[in-house]
């Protein structure tokens, strides 16, 4: 029959291309089949239906997927009402009731995702590696792909407006691998979004995060495929999953070779689970006590990081408290009177409240020192009868005393609270709760007495879903993960780890093929690396598309992609960190993350933990090798390391001609090798040896620095050039990090900026002043804060700290070289700047900004001579200073520009 114009089904079956005429009559039909012309065939007329075509849907529209496998090589699509008909050349049609069949929109129809995925595909050609065959493997894959399904992550990342279908998040979560507070919140933003991003500093757990949301991947029956850069993250993931018996859920495939080495080493039988299989009813028990004593927990972390927090806090009050008793020490006859009854915020309030009234000169009416003793207190109402030049800086010292005091109270409150709980072993139980769930549903999913179905190398292409079935997660590199299985087969979830090492036309690729997408990375770690002839090739293929700068090859990683594509998903930042001394991942933490890491990790007061080397003066490198700082590394460094006893040391260097030299140099106790090499790796003691005399675009790379300086878990040594042109760039700030830890900053007429106190300062003022946003009473500073604001976010001064009304006192060390007004109007206590931009890294003034009004500061006025004062004193100081007119324009031009120059002017 014409399969075109109808589709016979005679009891359930298509019979089409058997049949060669059919009539009904007497509610009977007769058939006569085509192998059979001499008889007929009677069948109740119930039995049989004729369907006629109702249209004829374009296949490269839609993708065919039936009974949940994907069908390709289809010439034709024929809706028959119920059934659907598939046509393929040189095959047998294929028929199925709708019911079977499922149909998804081909993205790639649409004109601007098709031009995108060409793109891609055209780098690819021309960039990706070449196997030793001569293949260009992704190239390949690319070309096998005509059609994408909307419901795959690569439909969302070419068309990221369209409204995104998220998964549903399990009833309950498990946690088999333990957890902390931004892990625990990252699981459940992975397992119920369909893109989410997870942001992992060095040290901070993101295996465990990884392996959490594959445990409830799995467990709720659904497929993962895990990727990254290299073979060594993926394989961490498969020995941590072997160290829980969970071994046998794992394929790590990808390669030729890991392939065949994966079906070398199948077994025809399962672990033994009698001691997993559990009851129903005690596995429901099972659940609800993890899912209450997961909620306890979290109050119960919160806990943790909160003393995490103090102990950082503590770390930063130490420097700044040992220097502001350098500086207090030059007052003497200061007030005695007890404010220890008073909290911090008080202090800073009574502060405020003094300064106020010393401004504007007023006497103290019978209400108001009422009112002060009702507020403070007695001794308080005392300091108002002496002078200011006394009073703030003692405010200033009872504040140091009486916050430290707070901290330790609070931690001590909230270290009862958990050893009370008895936190760990809650933890524990929750863990071990867990993992036993996790066994209970494969104990129940796997026939496990019987013998293990072992697959052949085309199992992998032609029965891809029987394959997953049995291994839900497969582990590849991302360049292999599309051609690992069939390529039509389509994961649950796609986890990609060091994303920000994956570059666009890779990850690309890897999106085809699954539903959901869990990205971890970190984009203050080392990127992909493209040689210029890369940039230049792939630059030379974009400039051909009409494109969406977020989607360029040359200057995107998979990471900083999706974060730009897809910015309404989840970002996790996994903030607390399990790996370094807080000394040393505090630097990191200051200068690359903001602050937002919560060091997890103890400071028992160590000797050495930081440690600076400069080599005497004069042109050391050659080429990419220093033989001094190998020297110095030789004679200094590894003798006081070896005194410690260390467990491991590890060398790094930029370069590998510095690499094979000290290699050479010394034995083989020690691990030496390029940054780039070291990612992912950790020593007890780091040795960080810069080579270049003058640093370098390359060496001052902050990536590098972040992952060099995050390999240290106990010491970190850095031996560099003491040439005066590296003392801004990034290493000059870890040089003042760790003076400025190590009590060693030398500034011979500026102190170092309060930065805990200032911090502090600047909020109680704007609760003063009753406005969420205003640092002052005056609307031309509140504006420029937010300009300062706006400069500091960029990424070159990312380590500059801007504070509020710093009083000019605190800032001179040596008045000697000041005449006796000045010295005076120094002294004042009153006497502020405006804006202080200061390094974070050591706490040292780097700007001063004032702004000043067109009318107060006209010339002539008694403010302008105050001015000429001021500018005078920071002038003798060395201390830079702008000024901004209220009536002027380019306000955020002119402090970059100052910036640099101040930056310049030193490197001269």
């Known amino acids: 029959m014409e399969a075109r114009k109808h589709l016979i089904i005679i009891k359930g079956r298509d019979q089409t291309d058997s049949v060669a005429s059919f009539q009904f009559h007497d509610g009977k039909c007769e058939v006569i089949y085509t192998n059979a012309p001499n008889k007929t065939y009677s069948f109740q007329s119930s039995n049989v239906e004729i369907l006629p ?72 050609a021309v960039i990706s590696l070449v196997a030793e065959n001569g293949l260009n493997i992704l190239s390949m894959q690319y070309d096998k792909i005509k059609q994408v399904s909307e419901d795959t992550v690569l439909a969302s990342y070419l068309a990221p407006q369209k409204d995104i279908k998220a998964p549903r998040m399990p009833e309950m979560v498990i946690y088999p691998f333990g957890l902390n507070q931004s892990q625990k919140l990252a699981v459940e933003r992975a397992l119920s979004s369909k893109i989410s991003i997870i942001q992992g500093p060095p040290g901070t757990g993101k295996t465990q995060t990884i392996l959490n949301i594959i445990a409830n991947i799995v467990r709720s029956g659904k497929t993962v495929a895990v990727t990254s850069n290299n073979n060594s993250a993926t394989r961490n993931v498969a020995e941590k999953l072997e160290k829980k018996n969970a071994a046998f859920l794992t394929a790590f495939l990808g390669s030729l070779a890991n392939k065949q080495k994966f079906l070398e080493a199948q077994t025809s039988t399962y ?20 899912t209450v004593l997961s909620k306890e927990l979290n109050e119960m972390l919160n806990a943790k990081n909160r003393i995490a927090e103090i102990e950082q806090e503590f770390l930063q009050l130490n420097p700044e408290q040992h220097y502001f008793k350098e500086y207090f020490a030059t007052y003497s006859d200061a007030p005695t009177e007890s404010l220890d009854k008073l909290s911090s915020q008080k202090i800073l309030a009574l502060w405020m409240e003094f300064e106020q009234h010393v401004e504007h000169e007023s006497r103290l009416g019978l209400l108001q020192k ?38 330790e109270s609070e931690k001590q409150e909230l270290s009862r609270k958990l050893e009370h709980y008895a936190f760990d072993a809650k933890m524990g139980e929750l863990t071990q709760k867990s993992l036993r769930l996790f066994r209970a549903e494969f104990a129940a999913r796997y026939h496990w007495k019987s013998g293990r179905r072992r697959f052949e190398k085309n199992d992998f292409r032609w029965h891809s879903a029987e394959f997953t079935r049995e291994y839900p997660v497969v ?117 690359f993350y903001h602050g937002q890491l919560i060091v997890m990790t103890k400071d028992h007061n160590e000797l050495d933990v930081l440690t600076m080397y400069r080599t005497t003066a004069g042109n050391h490198a050659r080429g990419h090798l220093n033989q001094r700082q190998i020297d110095v590394i030789q004679k200094e460094v590894l003798p006081r390391l070896h005194q410690k006893n260390f467990q491991s040391i590890g060398i790094i260097t930029p370069y590998r001609d510095q ?133 500091l976010s960029e990424e070159v001064f990312s380590t500059i700290g801007c504070a509020v009304h710093v009083s000019l006192a605190t800032l001179v060390k040596d008045y000697g070289p ?12 009153l006497t502020h700047v405006d804006f202080l931009l200061f390094n974070r890294m050591d706490k040292q003034p780097v700007l001063v900004i004032e702004v000043d009004g067109t009318g107060f500061h006209g010339v002539g006025s008694k403010q302008a001579e105050r001015d000429k004062k001021k500018n005078s004193i920071l002038e003798k100081c060395g201390l830079p200073l702008l000024r901004l007119r209220t009536d002027g324009s380019g306000e955020k031009e002119k402090i970059e520009t100052a910036l640099n120059s101040v930056y310049t002017s030193d490197m001269v």
């Open 370 to 407: 009422l009112s002060i003793m009702f507020r403070f207190n007695r001794n308080a109402l005392k300091l108002f009868l002496r002078s200011p030049d006394l009073v703030i800086p003692y405010l200033q010292s009872q504040f140091y005393t009486v916050k430290r005091r707070e901290l």
């Open 818 to 829: 000041l005449t006796d007004e000045e010295r005076e109007y120094a002294r004042n206590p």
């Open 271 to 290: 672990p033994d689970m009698s001691d997993w299989e559990m009851p129903l009813e005690e596995q429901r028990q099972l659940e609800q006590e993890a």
């Open 475 to 591: 582990l590849s590199t991302t360049y292999s993960i599309k051609g690992t299985l069939s390529m039509d087969h389509i994961y649950d979830y796609l986890i990609v780890d060091e994303a920000s090492q994956v570059d666009l036309a890779t990850g690309v690729l890897a999106f085809s093929c699954a539903r959901n997408v869990v990205i971890v990375g970190d984009l203050k770690q080392l990127p992909n690396v493209l040689t210029e002839g890369d940039i230049r090739t792939s630059d030379a293929i974009w400039q051909k598309y009409s494109m969406d700068e977020r989607y360029r090859f040359s200057t995107h990683s998979l990471l900083s992609s999706a974060l730009e594509i897809w910015q309404d998903a989840p970002v996790t930042l996994l903030r607390e960190h399990y790996r370094c001394h807080p000394k040393i991942i505090n630097f990191c933490n200051q200068k």
């Open 659 to 791: 690499v094979a030299a000290i290699r050479k140099q010394l034995s083989d106790a020690y691990e030496v090798d390029t940054v780039h090499k070291f990612q992912g790796r950790e020593q007890d003691a780091i040795i960080l040896t810069s080579v270049d005399n003058v640093i370098t675009d390359f060496v001052d790379d902050p990536h590098m620095l972040n992952v060099a300086v995050s390999r240290a878990v106990h010491s970190l040594s850095v031996v560099t050039s003491q040439d005066p042109r590296n003392d801004h760039t990034n290493y000059g700030d870890l040089t003042r990090y760790i003076e400025y830890n190590n009590f060693e900053v030398i500034q011979s007429q500026v102190y170092s900026v309060f930065d805990m106190l200032y911090h502090g300062y600047a909020e109680q003022r704007r609760a003063y002043l009753q406005k969420h946003k205003r640092v002052s009473e005056y609307d031309s500073e509140n504006l420029m804060y937010s300009v300062i604001q706006e400069v």
């Open 53 to 124: 075509l109702q249209k004829i849907i374009d296949p490269t529209q839609v993708i065919v997927t039936a009974n949940g496998q994907t069908i390709s090589g289809i010439d034709e699509l024929l809706d028959f009402e119920r059934y659907y008909r598939i046509v393929r050349s040189g095959k047998k049609d294929l028929s199925f009731r709708k019911s079977e069949v499922q149909l998804q929109q081909n993205c790639l129809t649409d004109g601007k995702n098709q031009e995108t995925f060409q793109y891609f595909k055209e780098t690819a």
